[in-house]
């Protein structure tokens, strides 16, 4: 299935670019947030597998994939990039949907649901973290330490660091680095190259302002009141977003359920996207397209 694409003009007159998989339907459409330094890799699988019973959206965040320069360098905030979805499903007509997320598109999802709370249906977060989008590197602080010395670097000299980008991008270098280290897991080769050459073509600065604004972010104080259904996908050995963050997730909203990928690392989705599709389709036809009503969406 090839998806249909187009662009909208955002509310910072930021051009955002979507793709449309399936058509709508009786049953929910589907909003994908991705994670940060990703385009729609990591919904190549997914997103045409539900749109055969449903429409299904992927988008590109500022500065990404085919989505153009923030229109205003203020607005790449985790808050901003919900603006963008929520402004993404007026564009479409879709008044609610399940909102996807992954790694640090989880949090884009729950600012989201804070933001709009009546056009979230549901949520599924897979190999995403609830706050802090590298605080919880190998459970330390190693994440926001690296992230701080880099910002570091690239203010020192931009020119040397936009070397050390290309370099430490490039696929014959980043795919054995990011395997060794635990963070790409069993993702297939040529699927990560994909990533690679995406990642190349990121500004590297705007990119670590991003990550900047993921790490100060946190949607802690909403797990408790959340009441839409909730499914959770992680693995137990994702070094990104250790499985405690996402044990914790789940236990503190009511009602989700969790599922536990034994051996799945951060790059989940494509590690073993038969069972992904599984889960949520399962989620998705039990827990939403069911219950034929809407959901009290965040509180009592």
Known sequence: MKPRHGTFISFDATSIAYRIWGKPTSRASVVCCSGIACDDLHWTHLAPYLALGRQVVTWDYPYHGQSSAAGDSDEITIPSLARHALALMDDLGISEAVLAGHSMGVQVALETMRLSPGRVRALVSIAGPYAKTVGGLYGTTAGAYLLSLLESAVRASPEKFAAF????????????????????????????????????????????????????????????????????????????????????????????????????????????????????????????????????????
């Open 165 to 300: 980008w290309r370099f430490i991008t490039d696929g014959r270098v980043a795919d054995p680095i990011g395997r060794l280290s635990g963070l790409i897991g069993h993702a297939p080769a040529a699927e990560m190259s994909l990533y690679f050459e995406h990642l190349k073509k990121l500004d590297p600065a705007r990119l670590l302002e991003m990550f900047r604004a993921g790490q100060e972010h946190s949607a802690e104080d909403m797990l408790d009141s959340i009441r839409v259904p909730v499914l959770i996908i992680h693995g137990t050995a994702d070094v990104m977003t250790p499985f405690a963050l996402a044990d914790e997730m789940a236990r503190r909203i009511p009602g989700a359920q969790l599922v536990k990928i034994n051996g799945g690392a951060h790059t989940l989705p494509i590690e073993d996207p038969a069972l992904i599709n599984s889960e949520v389709e399962h989620f998705l036809n039990e827990e939403v397209d069911s219950t034929g009503a809407k959901h009290t969406q965040v509180g009592s």
